[in-house]
Protein backbone atom coordinates (compact mmCIF):
# COMPACT_ATOMS: atom_id res chain seq x y z
CA UNK A 1 0.00 0.00 0.00
CA UNK A 2 1.23 3.32 -0.75
CA UNK A 3 1.99 6.02 1.77
CA UNK A 4 -0.23 8.52 1.67
CA UNK A 5 -0.27 11.12 4.07
CA UNK A 6 -1.47 14.73 3.30
CA UNK A 7 -3.43 15.91 6.51
CA UNK A 8 -1.76 13.36 9.32
CA UNK A 9 1.85 14.28 7.86
CA UNK A 10 3.15 15.84 11.22
CA UNK A 11 0.74 13.59 13.51
CA UNK A 12 3.86 11.67 14.69
CA UNK A 13 6.11 14.47 14.86
CA UNK A 14 7.06 15.41 19.24
CA UNK A 15 5.06 18.09 20.09
CA UNK A 16 3.18 18.72 16.69
CA UNK A 17 0.57 20.75 17.80
CA UNK A 18 3.17 23.65 18.99
CA UNK A 19 3.66 26.75 16.33
CA UNK A 20 7.17 25.92 16.22
CA UNK A 21 7.54 22.21 15.69
CA UNK A 22 4.45 23.04 13.25
CA UNK A 23 6.27 25.70 11.47
CA UNK A 24 9.49 24.15 11.26
CA UNK A 25 7.77 21.32 9.40
CA UNK A 26 6.53 23.73 7.04
CA UNK A 27 3.20 25.30 8.16
CA UNK A 28 1.64 28.29 6.95
CA UNK A 29 3.87 28.93 4.00
CA UNK A 30 0.27 28.34 1.60
CA UNK A 31 -0.52 31.13 3.41
CA UNK A 32 2.20 33.60 2.27
CA UNK A 33 1.88 31.83 -1.37
CA UNK A 34 -2.06 32.59 -1.36
CA UNK A 35 -1.29 35.80 -0.83
CA UNK A 36 0.21 36.18 -3.87
CA UNK A 37 -2.66 34.45 -5.88
CA UNK A 38 -6.25 35.96 -6.65
CA UNK A 39 -8.93 34.56 -4.35
CA UNK A 40 -10.59 33.36 -7.10
CA UNK A 41 -7.49 31.69 -8.25
CA UNK A 42 -7.77 29.49 -4.74
CA UNK A 43 -11.22 28.58 -5.24
CA UNK A 44 -10.65 27.60 -8.68
CA UNK A 45 -7.45 25.11 -7.26
CA UNK A 46 -9.68 23.37 -5.06
CA UNK A 47 -12.08 23.37 -7.16
CA UNK A 48 -9.92 21.18 -10.01
CA UNK A 49 -8.33 19.10 -7.15
CA UNK A 50 -12.07 17.35 -7.02
CA UNK A 51 -11.42 17.98 -2.98
CA UNK A 52 -14.72 16.19 -1.56
CA UNK A 53 -16.18 17.60 1.64
CA UNK A 54 -14.82 15.21 4.47
CA UNK A 55 -17.48 15.55 7.32
CA UNK A 56 -19.99 12.60 5.48
CA UNK A 57 -21.67 13.76 2.45
CA UNK A 58 -18.65 14.05 0.22
CA UNK A 59 -20.01 16.92 -1.42
CA UNK A 60 -17.66 18.71 -3.83
CA UNK A 61 -15.85 21.41 -1.83
CA UNK A 62 -15.27 23.61 -5.45
CA UNK A 63 -19.22 23.94 -6.08
CA UNK A 64 -19.99 25.08 -2.44
CA UNK A 65 -16.51 27.56 -2.05
CA UNK A 66 -17.97 28.97 -5.83
CA UNK A 67 -21.92 29.81 -4.61
CA UNK A 68 -19.85 32.32 -1.95
CA UNK A 69 -18.29 34.40 -5.03
CA UNK A 70 -21.73 35.89 -5.56
CA UNK A 71 -22.99 38.94 -4.96
CA UNK A 72 -24.14 39.63 -1.90
CA UNK A 73 -24.63 43.55 -1.31
CA UNK A 74 -21.51 44.01 0.72
CA UNK A 75 -22.90 41.37 3.33
CA UNK A 76 -20.65 39.99 5.65
CA UNK A 77 -19.53 36.63 5.30
CA UNK A 78 -18.67 33.57 7.63
CA UNK A 79 -16.74 30.40 7.68
CA UNK A 80 -18.08 27.26 10.05
CA UNK A 81 -15.89 24.61 10.46
CA UNK A 82 -17.42 21.86 11.53
CA UNK A 83 -15.93 20.20 14.33
CA UNK A 84 -19.14 18.56 15.90
CA UNK A 85 -17.98 14.71 15.46
CA UNK A 86 -20.92 13.02 16.57
CA UNK A 87 -21.31 10.09 14.20
CA UNK A 88 -20.70 6.80 16.00
CA UNK A 89 -17.84 5.55 15.05
CA UNK A 90 -15.73 8.95 13.88
CA UNK A 91 -13.10 10.37 15.76
CA UNK A 92 -10.82 11.62 13.10
CA UNK A 93 -11.28 15.46 13.52
CA UNK A 94 -9.96 15.10 17.03
CA UNK A 95 -6.85 13.82 16.04
CA UNK A 96 -6.48 16.64 13.92
CA UNK A 97 -7.24 19.67 16.60
CA UNK A 98 -5.08 17.64 18.77
CA UNK A 99 -1.79 16.67 16.72
CA UNK A 100 -1.80 19.73 14.10
CA UNK A 101 -4.26 22.08 15.08
CA UNK A 102 -1.94 24.21 12.83
CA UNK A 103 -2.67 22.66 9.81
CA UNK A 104 -6.52 23.64 10.78
CA UNK A 105 -5.73 27.21 10.90
CA UNK A 106 -3.41 27.41 8.08
CA UNK A 107 -6.36 25.59 5.72
CA UNK A 108 -8.82 28.62 7.05
CA UNK A 109 -7.14 31.35 6.47
CA UNK A 110 -6.78 29.94 3.14
CA UNK A 111 -10.13 29.28 2.83
CA UNK A 112 -11.46 32.33 4.40
CA UNK A 113 -9.24 34.51 2.32
CA UNK A 114 -10.69 32.31 -1.06
CA UNK A 115 -14.12 33.04 -0.48
CA UNK A 116 -13.49 36.70 1.18
CA UNK A 117 -14.25 36.12 4.37
CA UNK A 118 -13.12 37.57 7.81
CA UNK A 119 -14.61 35.84 10.65
CA UNK A 120 -14.20 31.72 10.71
CA UNK A 121 -16.07 30.26 13.87
CA UNK A 122 -15.09 26.25 14.90
CA UNK A 123 -18.60 24.78 16.19
CA UNK A 124 -16.67 21.93 18.30
CA UNK A 125 -19.00 19.26 20.04
CA UNK A 126 -19.07 20.23 23.86
CA UNK A 127 -17.53 16.58 24.75
CA UNK A 128 -14.37 17.73 22.90
CA UNK A 129 -13.37 19.78 26.15
CA UNK A 130 -9.89 18.80 26.58
CA UNK A 131 -9.55 18.90 22.79
CA UNK A 132 -10.80 22.17 22.40
CA UNK A 133 -7.67 23.87 25.77
CA UNK A 134 -5.10 22.34 22.85
CA UNK A 135 -7.14 23.98 19.68
CA UNK A 136 -6.98 27.04 21.58
CA UNK A 137 -3.66 27.39 22.87
CA UNK A 138 -2.96 27.03 19.20
CA UNK A 139 -5.11 29.47 18.11
CA UNK A 140 -3.55 31.67 20.71
CA UNK A 141 -0.51 30.92 19.64
CA UNK A 142 -1.36 32.41 15.89
CA UNK A 143 -2.74 35.16 17.67
CA UNK A 144 0.36 36.15 19.09
CA UNK A 145 2.70 35.33 16.13
CA UNK A 146 0.51 37.79 14.35
CA UNK A 147 -1.04 34.72 12.29
CA UNK A 148 -4.25 35.76 13.03
CA UNK A 149 -5.80 39.20 14.06
CA UNK A 150 -5.58 42.59 12.19
CA UNK A 151 -2.82 41.85 10.21
CA UNK A 152 -2.32 38.05 8.89
CA UNK A 153 1.28 37.49 8.32
CA UNK A 154 1.24 41.70 7.89
CA UNK A 155 -0.72 41.47 4.86
CA UNK A 156 -3.78 43.88 4.84
CA UNK A 157 -6.26 41.14 5.49
CA UNK A 158 -7.77 40.75 9.24
CA UNK A 159 -8.97 37.61 10.44
CA UNK A 160 -10.83 36.36 13.40
CA UNK A 161 -11.21 32.54 14.10
CA UNK A 162 -13.71 31.63 17.72
CA UNK A 163 -14.03 28.55 18.86
CA UNK A 164 -18.05 27.90 19.70
CA UNK A 165 -18.73 25.00 21.81
CA UNK A 166 -21.65 22.66 21.64
CA UNK A 167 -23.81 21.05 24.03
CA UNK A 168 -24.70 17.65 23.03
CA UNK A 169 -26.55 17.20 20.22
CA UNK A 170 -25.77 15.09 17.59
CA UNK A 171 -27.76 16.86 15.18
CA UNK A 172 -26.39 19.78 15.57
CA UNK A 173 -23.11 18.35 13.00
CA UNK A 174 -25.71 18.89 10.27
CA UNK A 175 -25.00 22.01 8.63
CA UNK A 176 -27.85 24.32 9.44
CA UNK A 177 -28.70 23.07 12.86
CA UNK A 178 -25.26 23.92 13.48
CA UNK A 179 -25.75 27.47 12.40
CA UNK A 180 -29.00 27.75 14.20
CA UNK A 181 -27.26 26.14 17.38
CA UNK A 182 -24.61 29.23 16.72
CA UNK A 183 -27.38 31.47 16.39
CA UNK A 184 -28.34 30.66 20.05
CA UNK A 185 -30.83 28.13 18.96
CA UNK A 186 -32.05 24.84 19.84
CA UNK A 187 -30.51 22.68 16.79
CA UNK A 188 -33.03 22.29 14.25
CA UNK A 189 -32.06 21.90 10.92
CA UNK A 190 -33.72 24.02 8.51
CA UNK A 191 -35.69 23.25 5.37
CA UNK A 192 -33.81 22.92 2.47
CA UNK A 193 -33.43 25.63 -0.46
CA UNK A 194 -34.73 24.03 -3.73
CA UNK A 195 -31.89 25.96 -5.88
CA UNK A 196 -27.86 26.25 -5.07
CA UNK A 197 -27.30 28.44 -2.71
CA UNK A 198 -25.13 29.26 0.60
CA UNK A 199 -25.93 28.58 3.85
CA UNK A 200 -26.74 31.41 6.13
CA UNK A 201 -25.56 32.91 9.27
CA UNK A 202 -28.14 35.49 10.63
CA UNK A 203 -28.78 36.06 7.14
CA UNK A 204 -25.51 36.05 5.93
CA UNK A 205 -23.91 34.31 3.39
CA UNK A 206 -21.65 31.28 4.86
CA UNK A 207 -19.58 28.45 4.07
CA UNK A 208 -19.89 25.36 6.41
CA UNK A 209 -17.33 22.64 5.68
CA UNK A 210 -15.57 20.16 7.64
CA UNK A 211 -12.45 20.40 9.62
CA UNK A 212 -10.73 17.42 7.67
CA UNK A 213 -11.34 19.32 4.77
CA UNK A 214 -10.13 22.32 5.75
CA UNK A 215 -7.30 20.95 6.67
CA UNK A 216 -6.56 19.16 3.00
CA UNK A 217 -6.65 22.77 0.97
CA UNK A 218 -3.12 24.13 2.60
CA UNK A 219 -1.85 20.86 0.71
CA UNK A 220 -4.03 21.98 -2.65
CA UNK A 221 -2.61 25.36 -2.20
CA UNK A 222 1.41 23.93 -1.97
CA UNK A 223 1.59 21.34 -3.58
CA UNK A 224 -1.51 22.12 -6.61
CA UNK A 225 -4.62 20.26 -7.51
CA UNK A 226 -2.60 17.81 -10.11
CA UNK A 227 -0.88 16.60 -7.07
CA UNK A 228 -4.09 16.28 -4.89
CA UNK A 229 -5.47 14.42 -7.82
CA UNK A 230 -2.26 11.78 -7.67
CA UNK A 231 -3.99 10.31 -5.32
CA UNK A 232 -7.19 8.22 -4.98
CA UNK A 233 -9.73 7.65 -7.80
CA UNK A 234 -11.03 9.88 -10.60
CA UNK A 235 -14.39 10.22 -8.84
CA UNK A 236 -12.59 10.01 -5.40
CA UNK A 237 -10.09 12.01 -5.43
CA UNK A 238 -7.52 12.34 -2.50
CA UNK A 239 -7.11 10.90 0.96
CA UNK A 240 -9.35 10.59 4.02
CA UNK A 241 -8.20 10.06 7.44
CA UNK A 242 -9.90 6.73 7.23
CA UNK A 243 -10.84 5.03 11.63
CA UNK A 244 -11.20 1.57 12.95
CA UNK A 245 -13.20 0.60 15.62
CA UNK A 246 -14.79 -2.40 17.14
CA UNK A 247 -13.18 -5.96 16.48
CA UNK A 248 -9.53 -5.00 14.87
CA UNK A 249 -6.49 -5.67 16.04
CA UNK A 250 -5.31 -2.05 16.29
CA UNK A 251 -7.92 0.48 16.22
CA UNK A 252 -6.86 3.64 15.38
CA UNK A 253 -7.08 6.78 12.43
CA UNK A 254 -4.76 5.90 9.61
CA UNK A 255 -4.76 7.97 6.29
CA UNK A 256 -5.02 6.23 3.40
CA UNK A 257 -6.38 6.81 -0.29
CA UNK A 258 -9.63 6.63 -2.03
CA UNK A 259 -9.61 3.38 -3.69
CA UNK A 260 -8.06 1.42 -1.08
CA UNK A 261 -9.24 -1.94 -0.69
CA UNK A 262 -11.43 -2.36 2.78
CA UNK A 263 -9.74 -5.57 3.64
CA UNK A 264 -6.21 -4.40 2.69
CA UNK A 265 -6.95 -1.19 4.90
CA UNK A 266 -8.17 -3.59 8.15
CA UNK A 267 -5.41 -5.99 7.74
CA UNK A 268 -2.49 -3.35 7.06
CA UNK A 269 -3.57 -0.89 9.48
CA UNK A 270 -5.78 -2.98 11.90
CA UNK A 271 -4.11 -5.57 12.17
CA UNK A 272 -6.82 -8.10 11.23
CA UNK A 273 -9.42 -9.02 13.05
CA UNK A 274 -9.19 -9.45 16.57
CA UNK A 275 -8.20 -12.49 18.24
CA UNK A 276 -8.16 -14.25 15.05
CA UNK A 277 -12.18 -14.07 14.51
CA UNK A 278 -13.99 -14.63 11.01
CA UNK A 279 -15.18 -11.23 10.24
CA UNK A 280 -19.28 -10.86 10.02
CA UNK A 281 -19.79 -7.50 9.11
CA UNK A 282 -18.52 -3.82 8.40
CA UNK A 283 -20.23 -0.57 9.42
CA UNK A 284 -17.96 1.55 6.58
CA UNK A 285 -18.37 5.12 7.32
CA UNK A 286 -20.24 6.03 10.51
CA UNK A 287 -23.29 4.61 12.21
CA UNK A 288 -25.24 5.83 9.61
CA UNK A 289 -24.06 4.00 6.87
CA UNK A 290 -25.65 0.50 6.22
CA UNK A 291 -23.52 -2.35 7.30
CA UNK A 292 -21.53 -4.57 4.76
CA UNK A 293 -21.69 -8.44 5.23
CA UNK A 294 -18.03 -10.06 5.31
CA UNK A 295 -18.43 -11.03 1.15
CA UNK A 296 -19.23 -7.52 0.30
CA UNK A 297 -16.46 -6.14 2.63
CA UNK A 298 -13.75 -8.71 0.51
CA UNK A 299 -14.98 -7.07 -2.78
CA UNK A 300 -15.46 -3.09 -1.45
CA UNK A 301 -12.80 -0.66 -1.98
CA UNK A 302 -12.91 2.45 0.33
CA UNK A 303 -14.65 5.19 -2.34
CA UNK A 304 -17.57 6.81 -2.88
CA UNK A 305 -18.43 4.52 -6.26
CA UNK A 306 -18.00 1.26 -4.66
CA UNK A 307 -19.46 1.75 -1.59
CA UNK A 308 -23.15 2.97 -3.47
CA UNK A 309 -23.01 -0.92 -5.34
CA UNK A 310 -23.85 -2.12 -2.04
CA UNK A 311 -26.47 0.14 -1.24
CA UNK A 312 -24.22 2.15 1.67
CA UNK A 313 -22.02 4.80 1.41
CA UNK A 314 -18.55 5.95 2.45
CA UNK A 315 -19.68 8.54 4.99
CA UNK A 316 -17.31 9.85 6.81
CA UNK A 317 -14.92 6.83 6.36
CA UNK A 318 -15.24 5.23 10.29
CA UNK A 319 -15.29 1.72 9.65
CA UNK A 320 -17.00 -0.29 12.80
CA UNK A 321 -15.65 -3.70 12.92
CA UNK A 322 -17.85 -6.50 14.08
CA UNK A 323 -16.69 -10.39 14.50
CA UNK A 324 -18.73 -13.67 14.00
CA UNK A 325 -19.39 -13.02 17.71
CA UNK A 326 -21.66 -10.17 17.20
CA UNK A 327 -25.50 -10.57 17.37
CA UNK A 328 -26.91 -8.57 14.51
CA UNK A 329 -29.90 -7.65 16.28
CA UNK A 330 -28.24 -6.67 19.72
CA UNK A 331 -26.32 -4.16 16.99
CA UNK A 332 -28.84 -3.02 15.19
CA UNK A 333 -30.72 -2.14 18.70
CA UNK A 334 -27.85 -0.36 19.45
CA UNK A 335 -28.21 1.72 16.78
CA UNK A 336 -31.50 2.58 16.75
CA UNK A 337 -31.42 3.80 20.81
CA UNK A 338 -29.24 6.00 19.87
CA UNK A 339 -31.39 7.74 16.73
CA UNK A 340 -34.18 7.41 18.99
CA UNK A 341 -31.67 9.69 21.60
CA UNK A 342 -30.52 12.13 18.88
CA UNK A 343 -33.81 13.27 16.88
CA UNK A 344 -34.55 16.22 17.19
CA UNK A 345 -38.20 15.50 17.19
CA UNK A 346 -39.30 18.46 14.57
CA UNK A 347 -40.49 15.87 12.03
CA UNK A 348 -43.22 13.27 12.50
CA UNK A 349 -42.01 10.12 11.36
CA UNK A 350 -38.48 10.77 12.64
CA UNK A 351 -39.33 12.36 16.26
CA UNK A 352 -41.88 9.05 16.52
CA UNK A 353 -40.57 6.63 14.20
CA UNK A 354 -37.16 6.25 15.80
CA UNK A 355 -39.53 5.53 18.98
CA UNK A 356 -41.00 3.05 17.26
CA UNK A 357 -38.75 0.99 15.57
CA UNK A 358 -36.31 1.19 19.06
CA UNK A 359 -39.61 -0.87 20.50
CA UNK A 360 -39.43 -2.77 17.94
CA UNK A 361 -36.34 -4.45 18.08
CA UNK A 362 -36.52 -4.50 21.45
CA UNK A 363 -39.49 -6.88 21.28
CA UNK A 364 -37.77 -9.13 19.03
CA UNK A 365 -34.82 -9.25 21.64
CA UNK A 366 -37.03 -9.92 24.13
CA UNK A 367 -38.36 -12.75 22.18
CA UNK A 368 -41.61 -10.89 22.42
CA UNK A 369 -41.83 -10.36 18.85
CA UNK A 370 -44.21 -12.05 16.04
CA UNK A 371 -43.43 -12.62 12.21
CA UNK A 372 -44.98 -9.17 11.50
CA UNK A 373 -42.22 -7.40 13.87
CA UNK A 374 -40.29 -7.21 10.47
CA UNK A 375 -42.79 -6.34 8.13
CA UNK A 376 -43.82 -3.49 10.76
CA UNK A 377 -39.70 -2.51 11.18
CA UNK A 378 -39.68 -2.49 7.47
CA UNK A 379 -43.00 -0.45 7.13
CA UNK A 380 -42.10 1.96 9.63
CA UNK A 381 -38.47 2.17 8.04
CA UNK A 382 -40.43 3.14 4.64
CA UNK A 383 -42.48 6.17 6.25
CA UNK A 384 -38.87 7.60 7.45
CA UNK A 385 -37.62 7.52 4.13
CA UNK A 386 -37.62 11.04 2.08
CA UNK A 387 -40.39 12.88 3.92
CA UNK A 388 -38.19 14.66 6.82
CA UNK A 389 -36.60 17.94 7.06
CA UNK A 390 -33.31 16.63 7.01
CA UNK A 391 -31.86 12.88 6.04
CA UNK A 392 -31.54 11.99 9.64
CA UNK A 393 -34.59 10.01 9.35
CA UNK A 394 -33.59 8.34 5.72
CA UNK A 395 -29.97 7.47 7.14
CA UNK A 396 -31.93 5.60 10.26
CA UNK A 397 -34.51 4.20 6.94
CA UNK A 398 -31.32 2.50 5.73
CA UNK A 399 -29.68 1.66 8.86
CA UNK A 400 -32.62 -0.41 9.36
CA UNK A 401 -32.81 -1.60 6.16
CA UNK A 402 -29.21 -2.73 5.94
CA UNK A 403 -29.42 -4.89 8.86
CA UNK A 404 -32.65 -6.59 8.12
CA UNK A 405 -31.71 -7.30 4.65
CA UNK A 406 -28.87 -8.81 4.96
CA UNK A 407 -28.91 -10.55 8.42
CA UNK A 408 -32.60 -11.37 8.10
CA UNK A 409 -32.36 -14.82 9.26
CA UNK A 410 -30.76 -13.37 12.59
CA UNK A 411 -34.23 -11.21 13.48
CA UNK A 412 -35.91 -14.33 12.14
CA UNK A 413 -34.39 -16.71 14.76
CA UNK A 414 -35.33 -15.07 17.47
CA UNK A 415 -38.94 -15.37 16.26
CA UNK A 416 -38.72 -18.76 15.88
CA UNK A 417 -37.03 -19.68 19.16
CA UNK A 418 -40.82 -18.41 19.99
CA UNK A 419 -42.50 -21.41 18.95
CA UNK B 1 -32.38 32.88 44.56
CA UNK B 2 -31.38 34.84 42.40
CA UNK B 3 -28.76 34.10 40.07
CA UNK B 4 -25.83 36.73 38.77
CA UNK B 5 -23.18 35.93 36.51
CA UNK B 6 -19.30 36.66 38.27
CA UNK B 7 -17.66 39.61 37.36
CA UNK B 8 -15.14 37.36 35.82
CA UNK B 9 -17.60 35.64 33.65
CA UNK B 10 -19.32 38.73 32.74
CA UNK B 11 -16.54 40.25 31.52
CA UNK B 12 -15.70 37.25 29.29
CA UNK B 13 -18.88 37.20 27.74
CA UNK B 14 -18.66 40.95 27.05
CA UNK B 15 -15.37 40.60 24.93
CA UNK B 16 -17.13 37.63 22.91
CA UNK B 17 -19.70 39.78 21.83
CA UNK B 18 -17.95 41.72 19.32
CA UNK B 19 -16.92 38.15 17.35
CA UNK B 20 -20.41 37.46 16.48
CA UNK B 21 -22.77 39.81 14.26
CA UNK B 22 -25.67 39.51 16.95
CA UNK B 23 -25.55 39.38 20.64
CA UNK B 24 -27.73 35.99 20.45
CA UNK B 25 -24.80 34.27 19.38
CA UNK B 26 -23.87 34.22 22.75
CA UNK B 27 -26.46 31.95 24.38
CA UNK B 28 -24.63 28.82 24.30
CA UNK B 29 -21.44 30.34 25.35
CA UNK B 30 -23.57 32.33 28.54
CA UNK B 31 -25.36 28.82 29.34
CA UNK B 32 -21.53 27.34 29.76
CA UNK B 33 -20.86 30.16 32.14
CA UNK B 34 -23.21 29.48 34.37
CA UNK B 35 -22.50 25.61 33.97
CA UNK B 36 -18.93 26.32 35.16
CA UNK B 37 -20.32 28.73 37.60
CA UNK B 38 -22.84 26.31 39.76
CA UNK B 39 -23.09 23.27 37.63
CA UNK B 40 -26.53 23.25 36.28
CA UNK B 41 -29.30 25.86 34.93
CA UNK B 42 -31.85 26.58 37.16
CA UNK B 43 -35.23 28.73 36.34
CA UNK B 44 -32.98 32.04 38.40
CA UNK B 45 -29.99 31.83 35.85
CA UNK B 46 -32.40 31.21 32.73
CA UNK B 47 -33.89 34.43 33.51
CA UNK B 48 -30.59 36.26 33.73
CA UNK B 49 -29.19 34.95 30.92
CA UNK B 50 -32.35 35.73 29.09
CA UNK B 51 -32.25 39.77 30.53
CA UNK B 52 -28.00 39.53 29.63
CA UNK B 53 -28.83 38.49 25.85
CA UNK B 54 -32.26 40.65 26.03
CA UNK B 55 -34.59 37.87 24.80
CA UNK B 56 -37.38 36.13 26.15
CA UNK B 57 -36.72 33.59 29.07
CA UNK B 58 -38.56 31.03 26.86
CA UNK B 59 -36.23 31.42 24.85
CA UNK B 60 -33.32 30.40 27.23
CA UNK B 61 -35.51 27.51 28.45
CA UNK B 62 -36.37 26.17 25.24
CA UNK B 63 -32.06 26.21 24.27
CA UNK B 64 -31.64 24.92 27.76
CA UNK B 65 -33.57 21.93 27.57
CA UNK B 66 -32.10 20.73 24.07
CA UNK B 67 -28.69 20.20 25.00
CA UNK B 68 -27.99 17.09 26.50
CA UNK B 69 -24.63 18.53 28.45
CA UNK B 70 -26.78 21.62 30.15
CA UNK B 71 -28.50 20.18 33.46
CA UNK B 72 -31.46 21.67 34.97
CA UNK B 73 -30.68 20.69 38.54
CA UNK B 74 -28.01 19.74 40.79
CA UNK B 75 -26.07 16.32 40.17
CA UNK B 76 -23.22 14.84 42.08
CA UNK B 77 -19.61 16.16 42.25
CA UNK B 78 -18.25 13.62 39.66
CA UNK B 79 -20.62 13.13 36.68
CA UNK B 80 -19.30 9.51 35.23
CA UNK B 81 -20.60 9.60 31.90
CA UNK B 82 -19.99 5.86 30.33
CA UNK B 83 -20.60 5.83 26.59
CA UNK B 84 -23.08 3.10 25.63
CA UNK B 85 -22.57 3.42 21.94
CA UNK B 86 -22.23 1.02 19.77
CA UNK B 87 -17.99 0.25 19.40
CA UNK B 88 -18.17 0.74 22.71
CA UNK B 89 -20.70 -2.01 23.30
CA UNK B 90 -18.11 -4.27 21.21
CA UNK B 91 -15.52 -3.65 23.68
CA UNK B 92 -16.78 -4.67 26.50
CA UNK B 93 -18.88 -1.50 28.16
CA UNK B 94 -21.07 -4.00 29.64
CA UNK B 95 -18.84 -5.14 32.07
CA UNK B 96 -17.85 -1.77 33.11
CA UNK B 97 -21.27 -0.82 33.06
CA UNK B 98 -21.90 -3.51 36.06
CA UNK B 99 -18.36 -2.95 37.84
CA UNK B 100 -19.86 0.53 38.12
CA UNK B 101 -22.97 0.31 39.20
CA UNK B 102 -22.14 -2.32 41.95
CA UNK B 103 -19.29 -0.35 43.08
CA UNK B 104 -21.52 2.99 43.60
CA UNK B 105 -24.32 1.24 44.90
CA UNK B 106 -26.44 3.01 42.40
CA UNK B 107 -28.52 2.65 38.94
CA UNK B 108 -27.81 4.69 35.46
CA UNK B 109 -29.32 7.92 36.43
CA UNK B 110 -29.08 8.28 39.99
CA UNK B 111 -26.02 9.97 42.12
CA UNK B 112 -24.77 8.27 45.68
CA UNK B 113 -25.62 9.20 48.80
CA UNK B 114 -22.77 11.59 49.33
CA UNK B 115 -23.10 13.16 46.26
CA UNK B 116 -20.02 12.42 44.57
CA UNK B 117 -21.17 10.40 41.85
CA UNK B 118 -23.82 10.63 39.38
CA UNK B 119 -23.86 7.56 36.54
CA UNK B 120 -25.22 8.24 33.34
CA UNK B 121 -24.29 6.80 30.17
CA UNK B 122 -24.21 9.02 26.86
CA UNK B 123 -23.84 8.44 23.40
CA UNK B 124 -20.79 8.10 21.38
CA UNK B 125 -17.90 10.30 22.97
CA UNK B 126 -15.99 10.37 19.43
CA UNK B 127 -13.40 7.89 20.89
CA UNK B 128 -14.41 4.78 19.75
CA UNK B 129 -11.02 3.79 18.47
CA UNK B 130 -10.03 3.29 22.76
CA UNK B 131 -13.47 1.97 23.71
CA UNK B 132 -14.59 1.66 26.22
CA UNK B 133 -14.44 4.98 26.98
CA UNK B 134 -15.98 7.02 29.69
CA UNK B 135 -16.00 11.03 30.69
CA UNK B 136 -15.99 11.93 34.16
CA UNK B 137 -16.83 15.91 33.84
CA UNK B 138 -15.04 17.41 31.53
CA UNK B 139 -12.05 14.54 31.46
CA UNK B 140 -12.02 11.40 29.17
CA UNK B 141 -10.73 8.18 29.90
CA UNK B 142 -9.69 5.78 27.29
CA UNK B 143 -9.32 1.81 27.12
CA UNK B 144 -11.02 1.08 30.26
CA UNK B 145 -10.62 -1.85 31.77
CA UNK B 146 -12.12 -2.83 35.28
CA UNK B 147 -8.83 -2.32 37.56
CA UNK B 148 -8.30 1.09 35.63
CA UNK B 149 -12.19 2.33 36.65
CA UNK B 150 -11.02 1.57 39.99
CA UNK B 151 -7.50 3.60 39.96
CA UNK B 152 -9.38 6.30 38.41
CA UNK B 153 -12.29 6.47 41.02
CA UNK B 154 -9.92 6.01 43.94
CA UNK B 155 -8.00 9.15 42.45
CA UNK B 156 -11.04 11.30 42.75
CA UNK B 157 -12.13 12.91 46.45
C1 LIG C 1 -27.53 14.12 11.08
C2 LIG C 1 -26.29 14.69 10.48
C3 LIG C 1 -25.15 14.82 11.28
C4 LIG C 1 -23.98 15.36 10.75
N1 LIG C 1 -22.89 15.45 11.55
C5 LIG C 1 -21.74 15.99 11.05
C6 LIG C 1 -20.58 16.15 11.87
O1 LIG C 1 -20.57 15.79 13.06
N2 LIG C 1 -19.48 16.69 11.32
C7 LIG C 1 -19.45 17.11 10.02
O2 LIG C 1 -18.43 17.63 9.58
N3 LIG C 1 -20.52 16.97 9.22
C8 LIG C 1 -21.66 16.44 9.70
N4 LIG C 1 -22.76 16.34 8.88
C9 LIG C 1 -22.66 16.85 7.50
C10 LIG C 1 -22.92 18.34 7.47
O3 LIG C 1 -24.33 18.55 7.30
C11 LIG C 1 -22.24 19.04 6.30
O4 LIG C 1 -22.57 18.39 5.13
C12 LIG C 1 -20.74 19.08 6.40
O5 LIG C 1 -20.31 19.62 7.61
C13 LIG C 1 -20.22 19.92 5.27
O6 LIG C 1 -18.84 19.87 5.25
P1 LIG C 1 -18.02 19.03 4.17
O7 LIG C 1 -18.68 19.26 2.85
O8 LIG C 1 -16.66 19.61 4.26
O9 LIG C 1 -18.09 17.62 4.59
C14 LIG C 1 -23.95 15.79 9.40
C15 LIG C 1 -25.09 15.66 8.61
C16 LIG C 1 -26.25 15.11 9.14
C17 LIG C 1 -27.44 14.99 8.26
S1 LIG D 1 -35.38 14.19 10.19
FE1 LIG D 1 -35.27 13.96 12.42
S2 LIG D 1 -33.37 14.99 12.99
FE2 LIG D 1 -33.88 15.70 10.89
S3 LIG D 1 -35.07 17.57 11.19
FE3 LIG D 1 -36.57 15.91 11.11
S4 LIG D 1 -36.85 15.29 13.27
FE4 LIG D 1 -34.99 16.52 13.17
S1 LIG E 1 -18.91 4.39 20.52
FE1 LIG E 1 -18.06 4.92 22.44
S2 LIG E 1 -16.79 6.58 21.89
FE2 LIG E 1 -17.76 6.13 20.01
Known amino acids: MRDAKIVSRRFDLPNSHTLEVAQKHGAYKAVEKAFGMKPEAIVEEVDRSGLRGKGGGGAPAGSKWKLMLGDFGGRPKYLAVNCDESEPGTFKDRQIITKDPHLLIEGIILTCYAIGSHDAYIYIRGEYHDFQKILQEAIDEAYAAGILGEKVLGHDYRLDVTIHRGAGAYICGEKSALLESMEGKRGHPRLKPHQKEPEWYFGNPTLVNNVETIASVPFIVNEGADAYRSFGTEKSPGTLLFALSGHVERPGVYEAEFGTPMMEYIEHFGGGIRGGKALKAVIPGGASTPVLSAEEVAEATLDYESLRQYGSSLGTGGMIVMDESVDMVEALKNLLEFYHHESCGQCTPCREGTGWVDALVADVLAQKGSPEHIEKLLDVSVTMNGKTICVFAPAVSGVIDGFVGKFRGEFEAYLRSLA | ?157
Request: charged share 25%.
Open chain 2, 1 to 157: MSFTFTEENLQALESLEKRYPSKEALMLPALWKVMRQQGHIDTEAMVAVAEWLEVPPVKVYGVATFYTMFHLEPIGRHHIQLCKTLSCALCGKADILAHLKKKLGIEVGETTEDGRFTLSQVECLGSCGTAPVMQINDTLYENLTIEKVDEILEGLE
